[in-house]
């Protein structure tokens, strides 16, 4: 009888992350939560540790493998938002907008990446945002360090193919989950900008919330983690894949001015 495959999905305790870790347990898969909660969604083995902590990383994986000798899937969905003008936005707040998303990423990585090459092979699937395609205006650092999360993933994935371990970003486009509640807001320079910044995040977070369930995004990535060949980067949902398509197609001073009749008008 094969040995039941191991999954570990950070952010998994809400939103797409607690999606994906549902959809991947209906499949038959041993799945580990991480988050920075004390407790993890019932019916879970729950790792308290922060990602933006390579050493928290380095011993969350540790504690991962001294319950199962594989680890087969990391799925990277923590992360956070900010919003605000990139002139007003503090430095501090950038910085952990990044180090969060983009290196916290980078550090779970890291982490597993030698198990993986000692048992043979693996999957890492990082969870980016559409804004990665489309950078939005007064979403500046988020939709930078999904971006990042790109460029990583697609690096990482030439990296890695010599030792049997695939990797691709997988990215959501609005999703309807507990991420615009808590999305870390600096209104600063509003009345300098008219009143557009505040009318951006608005519509903004009008959008998240009439989005589709994170259930979408977490069956793709159950999904991918069983299929036999990976492309580098997945768009989520048959309209952002049609926008995806339009933008790449569109001359860049055209798509970047749509977008900014959408957000910073």
Same mark, same amino acid.
């Given at each position: 009888?094969?040995?039941?495959?191991?999954?570990?999905?950070?952010?998994?305790?809400?939103?797409?992350?607690?999606? &994906?870790?549902?959809? @991947?347990? =209906?499949?038959?898969?041993?799945?580990?939560? @991480?988050?920075?909660?004390?407790? +993890?969604?019932?019916?879970?083995?729950?790792?308290? =540790?922060?990602?933006?902590?390579?050493?928290? $990383?380095?011993?969350?994986?540790?504690? /991962?493998?001294? $319950?199962?000798?594989?680890?087969?899937?990391? /799925?990277? &969905?923590?992360?956070?938002?900010? *919003?605000?003008?990139?002139?007003?936005?503090?430095?501090?707040?950038?910085?952990?907008?990044?180090?969060?998303?983009?290196?916290?990423?980078?550090?779970? $990585?890291?982490?597993?990446?030698?198990?993986?090459?000692?048992?043979?092979?693996?999957?890492? #699937?990082?969870?980016?945002?559409?804004?990665?395609?489309?950078?939005?205006?007064?979403?500046?650092?988020?939709?930078?360090?999904?971006?990042?999360?790109?460029?990583?993933?697609?690096?990482?994935?030439?990296?890695?193919? %010599?030792?049997?371990?695939?990797?691709?970003?997988?990215?959501?486009?609005?999703?309807?989950? +507990?991420?615009?509640? /808590?999305?870390?807001? $600096?209104?600063?320079?509003?009345?300098?900008?008219?009143?557009?910044?505040?009318?951006? /995040? =608005?519509?903004?977070?009008?959008?998240?919330?009439?989005?589709? *369930? %994170?259930?979408?995004?977490?069956?793709?990535?159950?999904?991918?983690?069983?299929?036999?060949?990976?492309? %580098?980067?997945?768009?989520?949902?048959?309209?952002?894949? &049609?926008?995806? #398509?339009?933008?790449?197609?569109?001359?860049?001073?055209?798509?970047?001015?749509?977008? +900014?009749?959408?957000?910073?008008?």
């Amino acid at each position: 009888m094969a040995e039941t495959k191991a999954a570990l999905v950070t952010g998994g305790s809400s939103g797409i992350g607690l999606s &994906c870790a549902k959809a @991947l347990k =209906a499949k038959g898969w041993r799945v580990f939560t @991480l988050s920075r909660r004390d407790a +993890g969604p019932e019916g879970f083995e729950h790792i308290r =540790a922060d990602v933006s902590d390579p050493e928290e $990383c380095r011993r969350a994986v540790e504690a /991962v493998l001294r $319950c199962t000798a594989r680890l087969d899937l990391l /799925v990277n &969905c923590a992360g956070f938002g900010i *919003s605000g003008a990139a002139e007003f936005t503090p430095e501090g707040e950038a910085e952990s907008q990044v180090r969060v998303n983009l290196f916290g990423t980078a550090n779970m $990585c890291k982490a597993v990446i030698p198990q993986m090459r000692q048992q043979g092979g693996g999957r890492i #699937l990082n969870v980016s945002s559409f804004a990665a395609l489309t950078p939005i205006p007064f979403q500046i650092w988020y939709s930078v360090s999904k971006a990042g999360i790109n460029s990583f993933t697609m690096a990482l994935a030439n990296e890695l193919r %010599p030792f049997g371990i695939s990797a691709a970003a997988i990215m959501p486009g609005d999703t309807k989950t +507990g991420f615009t509640d /808590v999305r870390r807001k $600096c209104p600063e320079g509003d009345e300098v900008y008219r009143g557009v910044i505040s009318r951006s /995040v =608005a519509k903004m977070e009008k959008d998240e919330r009439g989005g589709m *369930s %994170p259930d979408v995004a977490g069956s793709l990535i159950a999904r991918l983690a069983g299929k036999k060949r990976l492309a %580098p980067l997945y768009t989520v949902g048959f309209g952002y894949k &049609c926008l995806a #398509l339009l933008f790449k197609l569109l001359p860049a001073a055209l798509s970047n001015r749509i977008l +900014g009749k959408m957000y910073a008008t």
